[in-house]
Nanobody, 120 residues
């Protein structure tokens, strides 16, 4: 069984920074593309950023230049550094990853989410 556990959320003032972490544990042979998504109240879940196994990255236009996604394969962990935070970044942030336990079959997993609130 594989688990994704996010941490690092909280309350921050506009212009501040937070660093989210997502650690994968369990039966893991390999981790493919991982990503961060977010869902604000009354809105659909949206993509924030993704990083492939070769460290190719993609970002939503709304966070480009402010957020940075990275990964530490040795720790099975993906990070999201969020700078210059705005009130509209307030949401529950979810980690997502493609993981294989065997090297052949891949499954997609979600974390439980971590709340980020940007407010003065």
């Amino acid at each position: 069984q594989v688990q994704l556990v996010e941490s690092g959320g909280g309350l921050v003032q506009p212009g501040g920074s937070l660093r989210l972490s997502c650690a994968a544990s369990g039966s893991i042979y390999g981790i493919g593309t991982t990503g961060w998504y977010r869902q604000a109240p009354g809105k659909q879940r949206e993509l924030v950023a993704t990083i492939s196994s070769s460290r190719s990255t993609k970002y939503a236009d709304s966070v480009k230049g402010r957020f940075t996604i990275s990964r530490d394969n040795a720790k099975n962990t993906v990070y999201l550094q969020m700078n210059s935070l705005k009130p509209e970044d307030t949401a529950v942030y979810y980690c997502n990853a493609d993981i294989t336990a065997t090297g052949r079959l891949w499954h997609n997993y979600w974390g439980q989410g971590t709340q980020v609130t940007v407010s003065s």
